[in-house]
Each structure stands twice: as structure tokens, then as C-alpha cells.
């Protein structure tokens, strides 16, 4: 099956620029989406197809996707982005259509 | 707007069966497709299946076939998600979650409903 790799954590201060990873065979074949998710509440898309954000999501995010990687970029961090972020793809080769990565902890210093 | 509100925590004890509701609103309820995902405590998302609201047409993971059932009823535009013979990893919060027609993410997701199995 289909396996998307994200690291457990990320640092930034506040300000600066996160980046956070998700790996994947050939993932910029595919659509990577993004969700994010605060405790106790439910993931909110901020960027889909790649690059593209729902409406009442900041510019601050964005996406980028190429090769074995894509990438969700959040520029000058606010301790409100502080996370869950979870990349998505959809691949019906697999034995589940949908995949999630692991999911990356956003800390705001 | 779209709303997605699903019912209140169950417990349940292992061996026995769970029935999550989904009630949305503010869309026509046979446009969309419905998924299920779910989260243990302390993990990741991890996706059960979907229905179509329309057909009644189910697609499941393979982890969850024979043990997870997906229904709905159009009159009151609900979806179920019905898993048997509980265990304790099944403990975790259940979500249901809108994919709008040729797209392949969701949004927007319900609040989560929480399941705990414990004898």
C-alpha cells in the first residue's frame, strides 16, 4: 500500500517560516492535500490540490509538491498555527483509496 | 453553511457493535459522498471507508471489511457507521467528513464522535 512519510515534529519561532514534509513514491503524480487540527477539535482543510487554499484560510499558507516530496509552507508563524498538520492523497491502487500521513506536531516556540 | 453534526459518545463493552449517526445540513445531502475516518488516542487519521448517499454505494478498507457497515437515510440526511465486534484498539474518535463530487479531499468534517470499548 501506499505509504505517506511526515516527520513527528517541527520547531519554528514565531515569525519565521514552517515547513513541513510529506514523502511519498512519485507523490507529485498525485494531489496532496492538507489538514490541519488543533486538540480536541476536528481536522479544517487549509490547502488542497497541491497548492490551492479553501476560502477564510490565510495566505500564510501555501504548497508545493514535486518528485518524492510535497511540502506545506506556513510563513510568518503566529502561535495560533501551533498543530496537528496531516498530509492526504487518494490512491485507489491501494487497499484503502485514501491515505493519510502520520502527521506532523507544529511547535510555535 | 455545510454542517456535518454526528451523535454523543458511547461506551461499549468488546465483542458488542457501535452506530455513529451524521447529520448535515445545509447542502443536498445525495450530492456529496460521505466518508468515515478515525483516531485512537494519541495517533493518526486513518480512513474507514466512504457511501454515497445517492446510490447507497459503499467502498471500504480493506483493514475494515465484514466488520464495518455504512448506511444512510436520505429522509433526514443522515449517514450511520455501524462497526461490529469490538475491540480495544477500537477505541478512538470516529469522524465523518463531505468529499464534493471530482474532488478528492474533505471539507468539511464533523465534530467527531468518541467511541471508548472497555470491559
Known amino acids: 500500500s501506499y505509504v505517506l512519510t511526515q516527520p513527528p515534529s517541527v520547531s519554528v519561532a514565531p515569525g519565521q517560516t514552517a515547513r513541513i514534509t510529506c514523502g511519498g513514491n512519485?507523490?507529485?503524480?498525485?494531489?496532496v492535500h492538507w489538514y490541519q487540527q488543533k486538540p480536541g477539535q476536528a481536522p479544517v482543510l487549509v490547502v488542497y490540490?497541491?497548492?490551492d487554499r479553501p476560502s477564510g484560510i490565510p495566505e500564510r499558507f501555501s504548497g508545493s509538491n514535486s518528485g518524492n516530496t510535497a511540502t506545506l509552507t506556513i510563513s510568518r508563524v503566529e502561535a495560533g498555527d501551533e498543530a496537528d498538520y496531516y498530509c492526504?492523497?487518494?490512491?485507489?491502487?491501494?487497499?484503502?483509496?485514501?491515505?493519510f500521513g502520520g502527521g506532523t506536531k507544529l511547535t510555535v516556540l | 453553511q455545510v454542517q456535518l453534526v454526528q451523535s454523543g459518545a458511547e461506551v461499549k463493552k468488546p465483542g458488542a457493535s457501535v452506530k455513529v449517526s451524521c447529520k448535515a445540513s445545509?447542502?443536498?445531502?445525495?450530492?456529496?459522498?460521505m466518508h468515515w475516518v478515525r483516531q485512537a488516542p494519541g495517533q493518526g487519521l486513518e480512513w474507514m471507508g466512504r457511501?454515497?448517499?445517492?446510490?447507497?454505494?459503499?467502498n471500504y478498507a480493506q483493514k475494515f471489511q465484514g466488520r464495518v457497515t455504512m448506511t444512510r437515510d436520505t429522509s433526514i440526511s443522515t449517514a450511520y457507521m455501524e462497526l461490529s465486534r469490538l475491540r480495544s484498539d477500537d477505541t478512538a474518535v470516529y469522524y465523518c467528513?463531505?468529499?464534493?463530487?471530482?474532488?478528492?479531499?474533505?471539507?468539511?468534517w464533523g465534530q467527531g464522535t468518541l467511541v471508548t470499548v472497555s470491559s
Open positions: 467528513a463531505i468529499q464534493q463530487w471530482l474532488v478528492n479531499w474533505f471539507d468539511p
Open positions: 445545509g447542502y443536498t445531502f445525495t450530492g456529496y459522498y
Open positions: 457511501i454515497n448517499p445517492n446510490s447507497g454505494g459503499t
Open positions: 512519485n507523490i507529485g503524480s498525485k494531489s
Open positions: 490540490d497541491d497548492s
Open positions: 492526504q492523497v487518494w490512491d485507489s491502487s491501494s487497499d484503502h483509496d485514501v491515505v
